[in-house]
């Protein structure tokens, strides 16, 4: 798991365009975040000139689908979270700590 910042954002896009069948989960604190964090993905993407599969949004979360069948996957940080899977988790830094130990680490169970 590692701390949300454009930093991460990018290496996130990075990870997914090298490596495929890798899986993202970006975990935010609020609702209001997910455009944010969408808006930095897609700018890393036109940045490096990548190509990507398709995007799907709605209120509560976005999906980046690569052509090699990697994931970035934006969602809220709540019990809602549960059942995702991924290789990496990207948290906001005010998640409770609850919410990031009991829901948000058992998402990282994909192991390379």
Do not use: W
Request: aromatic residues 10%.
């Amino acid at each position: 798991m590692i701390k949300l910042g454009n930093s991460s954002v990018y290496y996130a896009v990075m990870k997914c365009v090298e490596t495929a069948d890798y899986h993202i989960i970006i975990a935010v604190s609020e609702r209001s975040k997910i455009q944010q964090v969408f808006d930095v993905c897609m700018e890393a993407i036109k940045r490096f000139n990548f190509n990507i599969l398709f995007c799907k949004m709605s209120l509560n979360q976005f999906s980046i689908f690569f052509n090699n069948n990697s994931l970035i996957k934006c969602i809220p940080a709540n019990e809602s979270a549960r059942g995702n899977a991924a290789h990496l988790v990207i948290y906001d830094q005010v998640i409770d700590d609850d919410i990031k130990n009991c829901v948000l680490r058992p998402i990282e169970k994909i192991r390379e």
